[in-house]
């Protein structure tokens, strides 16, 4: 049942092939952990953002609350990696400023205005994000819920952190080759080193960046703290995507701890959405096959458009166990 799996862990992603309704699961399963008592962080990675949307509201970098309950509550987040990117290259360029002579600060600083906009600075950005909100969130809230962008992209995100720690501990090598050559040197001629105070501070953020992701990487492979909750359809290409999902995930270490079926069509609602049911049920004994150790939640279509707090709580009971929930 996901509404005990959301009990269970601190951390879930929800994510899956585009269009199959990953933000309007997270939403309510969200809206359910806290209409059981839970405090709840939903975050969207997806640049999309159409958590704003379901949810009727204005959303933000900054969290806010956008569900009350008498004993819960959920605070949403859409992730803005611009503003990351400028948080984070204001701390660079500060600490850079204090490094290099004035006379190479604008030189410098032309060159950090071309490093916002380089390769995988959009992705390097979302993932500290994450981590920074992971970190906040085990002690803020019972929950930290990631509505995920598509597949690709989410499972791109999920191979950074490695790397990202292997990559920073070869700066600080880096780093600790030159300190030890400007100690030798400083022993010969003598005298202080203006820069070492700056030297340290680089040194700190490099090492508090490399914990982070360190702490993001053990606890997203902590399968008593983290699942993935994979959405799909009753459909051959969703299916195949979820697989394709499941492998990947498994090869990353991330436990894979449950899948919802979503919009599945009534049965004895005439003969067309017999015919339709009928091709879904062809679609779903690969999943059943293929992923019988891992839980499946089958959801209705529903006659309403899922925006707004009314539409979510029907679909929060659903996923709480009542009103034809299928295990």
Known sequence: MLLKLATERKVLFVGGKGGVGKTSVASALALARARSGGRVLLVSTDPAHNLGHIWDLQLSDTAARVFTAPAGYVDAVEIDPQATIERHFTSVSATMMKLLPEQLHRSAQQHLDLAKTAPGSHES?????????????????????????????????????????????????SRSRSERFAAAA??????????AEADSELRRNLIARRDRFARMRE?????????????SLAEKMPVAESLDIVRQLRDLGIDVASLVVNRRSPADAGSFLTERRE??????????????????????????????????EELASLLAGAGGVVE
């Open 219 to 231: 606890t997203i492979t902590d399968e008593t703290a983290t699942g993935f909750v994979i959405v």
């Open 186 to 195: 400083r022993g010969i001629v003598g005298g202080e080193d203006p820069q």
């Open 125 to 173: 950005a979302v993932l500290e994000r994450i981590a920074e909100l992971i970190d906040h969130g085990a002690a803020a809230y019972d929950l930290v819920l990631f509505d995920t962008a598509p597949s690709g992209h989410t499972l791109h995100l999920l191979t950074l952190p490695e790397k990202l720690t292997g990559w920073t501990e070869s700066l600080l090598a």
């Open 279 to 312: 091709l879904e049920e062809t679609s779903l004994q690969v999943l059943r096959q293929k992923l019988a150790t891992v839980p499946m939640t089958e959801l209705p279509l529903l006659a309403r458009d899922l925006t707004g707090e009314e539409a979510l």
